[in-house]
């Protein structure tokens, strides 16, 4: 092996072993020596909690959570910890999805803060040599960190192909604007990495639960039971890719963000169940039966493009609809049950029947 090459660790979980996840996140960090990279004393977590109902394979898991907080505390006794995500263009769902997803919880009781990125004040920062941005506005809690540790999930994405380490970023860029680049996400997400590089040195990524299929809020649950972790974010998701049984190829930002020096696609593999190949074919994303997705790409792409969406009236309304839809339809149709596959579980059950019952 290389040794100059970056370190990703994929960890089986013990299934069935009680505080096993969150041992499996502890050492998939030491064996990716997060300490080498994390510096200082003002960390921040980045979270995804995309949703405020309880689909497992939607958000950051409690228990994966959980093990990233142990370990910072454990290593660096001083730390101040931030934990942190936005609410979502078309939602704001954050504050919710913070308490129902056992986040708040894990915060009062490891003494960590939660910020709702989307409440915060931006600073305007100058894009260098950008693909798309020429300066991004990120808010004060990401520009004062030392140091973010990104926690995303395992998961397929309507209009990235994945999302991972790298594209969990997108929800530090202001929820106002967020949503006029996705025509050209993949060079954003390019942008939005290279003004992060020197902050966003870790990443540990859930796959306990992933999801597949039209991700990243209305896909189907996947019980991958693995940890990934890296200092290197584009290595991180092509490793991701592979287990998720999907080409490189097809995650076209990974591959900008390799070419823009984000990080690299060679990378020393350690790994506990052998040689790299798809813990589950992950079903890919199909814009057809991803309603709210096809029709704002195809509205983008016609005149009425200002008139949707950039009318404030009338992009209220199609964000509700689009909300309405989310957290109603579907999720009368399939969410429940997808819920419930998970909830049916002898082990993953256990974690997320606790946050279910309490929100009942």
Known sequence: MNSNKSKVVVLQVPYGEIGGVQRTVKKAME??????????????????????????????????????????????????LTICDS???AAQQCDEAFEMWGHKELAETYGA????????????????????????????SIMNADCIIT????????????TCALKHQWGIVNRTVRHQYHLVFDKAIADLN????????????????????????????????????SPDLVAC????????????????????????????LEYELVSDFGNLKPVHSFALPDKKWAPIFFWELF?????????????????????????????????????????QEILNDPYYGSEFGRLANRAL
Request: proline share 5%; with cysteine.
């Open 299 to 339: 509205l983008r792409q016609t005149p009425l493009k200002k008139l949707f969406f950039d009318t404030e009236v009338i992009f209220r309304f199609v964000s509700w609809i689009a909300t309405q839809y989310n957290s109603i339809l579907w999720f009368k149709l399939r969410g429940s049950k997808y819920a």
């Open 87 to 89: 609410d979502l263009a």
């Open 151 to 162: 926690v995303p999930v395992l998961k397929t994405h309507v209009l990235s192909t994945i």
């Open 237 to 264: 998701d092509a490793v991701a890719a592979a287990l998720m049984g999907i080409p490189i190829e097809k995650v076209t930002h990974t591959k900008i963000c390799a070419k823009r020096g984000i990080g690299s």
């Open 31 to 80: 064996l990716a020596s997060w300490n080498d990279h994390v510096v200082g004393e003002e960390i921040v977590i980045k979270v995804n909690l995309i949703s405020n109902q309880l689909v497992p394979g939607q958000c950051t898991s409690p228990w994966v959570l959980e093990g990233v907080i142990q370990q910072v505390f454990e290593s660096i006794p001083g730390a101040r």
């Open 113 to 140: 803060r939660f910020v709702n990125l989307s409440k915060e004040a931006g600073v305007k920062i100058d894009v260098p040599n950008g693909l798309i941005f020429r300066e991004m506005e990120v808010p004060r």
């Open 194 to 229: 290279t003004v992060l590089r020197d902050k966003l040195r870790f990443a540990v990524v859930d796959g306990t639960i992933g999801m597949e299929g039209n991700g990243p809020r209305t896909g189907h649950p996947v019980i991958c039971n693995l940890v990934i972790a």
